[in-house]
């Protein structure tokens, strides 16, 4: 089970953190990602990190403003979105899959709820 959480309403140029929390003992073998969908979109691929953490990939729409982590011990995985658009407005899903490229494609084994991030101008 993944659950998101910190989204809300933000201004453009500033920074939220999500995180996402991963029940079940096996975490640690598990890459993982975000994805986000925004109104009458379909949903794309954000980040992730592959299981051990260290090596990210991120959206070409997204790198050097975001940054993902992962804490093996703690079972979490952390969004940092600095200098956010409006464009970044979206639901917010973590994603979890043993295999890194079916979150790159947006097709893991696992989702969570969403969370929602408002940018405004």
């Known amino acids: 089970q993944l659950v998101e959480s910190g989204g809300g309403l933000v201004q453009a140029g500033g920074s939220l953190r999500l995180s996402c929390a991963a029940s079940?003992?096996?975490?640690?073998?598990?890459?993982m990602g975000w994805s986000r969908q925004a109104p009458g979109k379909e949903r794309e691929f954000v980040a992730a990190?592959?299981?051990?953490?260290?090596?990210?990939l991120y959206a070409d729409s997204v790198k050097g403003r975001f940054t993902f982590s992962r804490d093996n011990a703690k079972n979490m995985v952390y969004l940092q979105m600095d200098s956010l658009k409006p464009e970044d407005t979206a639901v917010y899903y973590c994603?979890?899959?043993?295999?890194?490229?079916?979150?790159?494609?947006?097709?893991?084994?696992?989702w969570g709820q969403g969370t929602l991030v408002t940018v405004s101008s």
């Open positions: 994603a979890a899959d043993q295999v890194l490229h079916n979150i790159v494609v947006v097709t893991p084994e696992y």
């Open positions: 079940g003992r096996t975490f640690s073998s598990y890459a």
């Open positions: 990190i592959k299981r051990g953490g260290g090596s990210t």
